[in-house]
């Protein structure tokens, strides 16, 4: 079954926000980052049920390969929505605010 796989706004802002870091600081970096943040897409598009459930309403996380970032989501039938890309080294549960 195909997924349509979508970032909500925040989600957006934190991928965008962790992408001008990594280029600050090493240039190259930020797309390096989107390059894996699009193999999580892919692993997660091909068997988004594999990945454990987290916290209510059914989160799911992916562990970023490479950096300390989870692609927390919820599959809502042919849905992917991706809630955060968060970054654990910051707030370790902080994305569980965007939860409802």
Known sequence: ??????????????VYE???????QKEGL???FLEALDA???SIVSN???YRIRYKRKVRAF?????????IYVVN???IDV???????????????RVK
């Open 77 to 79: 039938g042919n849905d």
């Open 1 to 14: 079954m195909p997924y349509n796989y979508q970032l909500s706004e925040e989600a957006e802002w934190d």
């Open 18 to 24: 962790s992408y001008l870091w990594y280029e600050k």
């Open 40 to 42: 999580a897409k892919q």
């Open 63 to 71: 562990v970023v390969t490479r950096y300390p970032y989870l692609v």
């Open 48 to 50: 988004p049920k594999t």
């Open 83 to 97: 809630i955060s890309v968060f970054n654990t080294h910051k707030h370790p549960q902080g994305w569980k605010k």
């Open 30 to 32: 930020g797309e390096e």
